[in-house]
């Protein structure tokens, strides 16, 4: 009888050192992300991959890999999942509190945290719901959903990974309702020790954090204009600052380089350095500038974001920032000497590459955006980000024509790149841009000479218009005429436009080496999706929704009417 000959997978045939690295790039992050689309920052990809556990049940040889490699073991996370309940007698279960009835089931999290050794740990607390239930508690005593991710499995949840803090390279927390990330925030501000927070130099606490991420993963309760719950408004704490006043939350995590806050508000006035501090003694205060390279502000209801003094003041701090994302977020001011003071402040951001605003009032956007003195930036995103069902179109005019080097577009006779304050980009987003004349984006496409890539998310058709070749006694002359990436997000017939556009071009020697065309809107119902995002805004604002309709036009564009005639919920 013939023996039967065993083939060895070509895999298995690597040396350990290289089976141990393509184990490691498994579980890192995937970039899939398009150049046009959404920029953001943040991935759960490398936290939910079950890559390690797996690797070590396939084989004896992976298993002896897997488990000499600390790398493949760094990526910590904390959900739901995670989260156990007590086998109680069901007569006793409405009697006994919730948070007592739980428990944080540590057995796979001691195991990453053993088989990591030394390494730098990602950590991530995943507490959004799987129901995407964002309804908040109404009051301190009300209960949460049986099912949901409770302030005590928060507490109980950071109380056992602060043991591993001196490890931590990043932190990401996740929550729908902001019952969680409150106990987080209030849970991080007090853990230290109080001798530390005695001493005269504030210690640092994470010395190797270099990446911060907390969000309130629910747009919609940044449109309220006072933040919900209210009673989890104030106060404004600092993760990792404590109650040591003379600490930043940059002097207390020197290594931090990305920082995001989505839809929650922190001590503004403690995040980068004390002018005050600056100001008496210089050399002593260049520790606290930051490192910081990427900042997030987003989705900050009006009474919770950073006056215009703590916005100077952090982004000064920050001298090495190559990207900066202000989405529904940004300075707030009241006073005529805040408005005298914007006036004649300026930030210096040499090193700003990357750029997204996303406005809800262009005008008051413009007014800081001015202070930005950053003419390296090679990537510009602007979009409008108006609420869903707020149907008065705002016309970002202005902002347009300032970005194009004018606020006056009939004094332009010849383009100039002198007068840009952004004169290097090199790629440009407009999302749900609306106009009504093509002058100023033709007058800052004419401008933008060393663009190559240029992104339009939802246009009106002026915005289109101003693609078109200008007629002149030489020939048509194109804008853009580096131009080789362009993507177009629109109905059919802004398409078709579009389309003309791009033949004509390559006709005239300008041909794109990438066009990308999306139809969008094609059979959808406006009705339908108006009224889904009017119950989600309700159940995410409460009672500040008459605050909030009577600054909007909240009936559909072809169903004007009433609020009782819309449907609006009593």
Not at 113 to 120: A, H
Not at 213 to 229: G, Q, V
Not at 432 to 441: D, K
Not at 551 to 565: F, K, L
Request: charged share 25%; glycine share 4%; aromatic share 8%.
């Amino acid at each position: 009888m013939s023996r039967m000959k065993y083939s060895i997978a070509a895999i298995d045939r690597l040396p350990v050192e290289l089976l141990s690295y393509v184990l490691v790039l498994g579980t890192q992050r995937q970039q899939t992300r398009r150049w046009y689309e959404l920029d953001e920052d943040w991935d759960t990809h490398p936290y939910v991959n079950d890559l390690p556990t797996t690797a070590a049940c396939v084989s004896s040889r992976w298993r002896q890999v897997a488990l000499s490699t600390p790398d493949l073991w760094t990526s910590v996370c904390i959900s739901l999942g995670d989260i156990r309940r007590h086998v109680i007698d069901s007569s006793w279960r409405d009697e006994l509190p919730s948070e007592r009835s739980r428990f944080l089931d540590t057995r796979r999290l001691d195991l990453y945290i053993i088989r990591s050794q030394l390494c730098p740990l990602d950590v991530l607390v995943d507490a959004r719901d799987p129901q995407w239930d964002f309804m908040d508690p109404e009051g301190p005593q009300h209960q949460m959903h049986w099912n949901s991710f409770l302030p005590a499995d928060m507490r109980g949840a950071l109380t056992y990974l602060l043991q591993s803090m001196s490890r931590w390279r990043s932190l990401m927390i996740l929550t729908d309702t902001f019952a969680p990330m409150y106990a987080a925030l209030q849970y991080l501000s007090d853990s230290q020790d109080a001798d530390q927070l005695s001493s005269e130099r504030p210690p640092a606490v994470a010395p190797i954090l270099e990446s911060l991420t907390l969000m309130r993963c629910n747009e919609y309760a940044a449109y309220s204009p006072i933040f919900n719950p209210e009673d989890m408004r104030n106060p404004f704490y600092l993760p990792f600052g404590g109650r040591h006043e003379r600490g930043s939350l940059f002097s207390h995590l020197p290594k931090l380089n990305r920082l995001i806050l989505s839809g929650v508000h922190i001590d503004w006035s403690r995040v980068g350095p004390s002018p005050n501090g600056l100001a008496e003694n210089p050399a002593a205060s260049l520790c606290t500038y930051s490192s910081l390279e990427t900042l997030e502000l987003s989705y900050h209801c009006a009474d919770v974001r950073p006056t215009l003094r703590q916005f100077v003041q952090l982004l000064r701090g920050c001298p090495g920032l190559s990207k900066l994302v202000l989405r529904v977020s940004g300075p707030t001011w009241e006073t005529d000497g805040d408005a005298a003071f914007l006036e004649s402040v300026a930030i210096p951001l040499d090193c700003l590459q990357t750029l997204c605003i996303a406005y809800v009032d262009p005008d008051v956007s413009l007014q800081w955006l001015k202070m930005l003195n950053a003419r390296n930036l090679k990537e510009l995103e602007i979009e409008d980000a108006s609420h869903s069902i707020d149907f008065n179109e705002d016309d970002g005019a202005d902002m347009i024509q300032w970005i194009g080097g004018s606020l006056d577009v009939s004094r332009v006779i010849v383009p100039s790149v002198d007068l840009l304050p952004f004169p290097k980009l090199e790629t440009l987003k407009l999302r749900r841009i609306h106009i009504e004349n093509s002058q100023p984006i033709a007058n800052l496409l004419s401008k933008l000479t060393l663009l190559r890539g240029l992104s339009l998310d939802s246009p009106s058709l002026p915005v289109i218009d101003a693609l078109r070749p200008a007629l002149s006694l030489s020939g048509p002359s194109h804008v853009c005429p580096h131009l080789v990436r362009l993507h177009v997000r629109a109905t059919q017939d802004v398409l078709d436009i579009v389309k003309e556009i791009i033949v004509r071009r390559a006709g005239d020697g300008l041909e794109l080496r990438e066009a990308s065309l999306e139809l969008f809107g094609q059979g959808r119902d406006v009705r339908q999706e108006w009224e889904a995002d009017v119950m989600a805004l309700v159940l995410s604002v409460g009672g500040d929704m008459d605050a909030f309709i009577n600054s909007v036009d909240v009936a559909p564009p072809d169903e004007q009417g009433t609020d009782e005639e819309a449907g609006w919920p009593s």
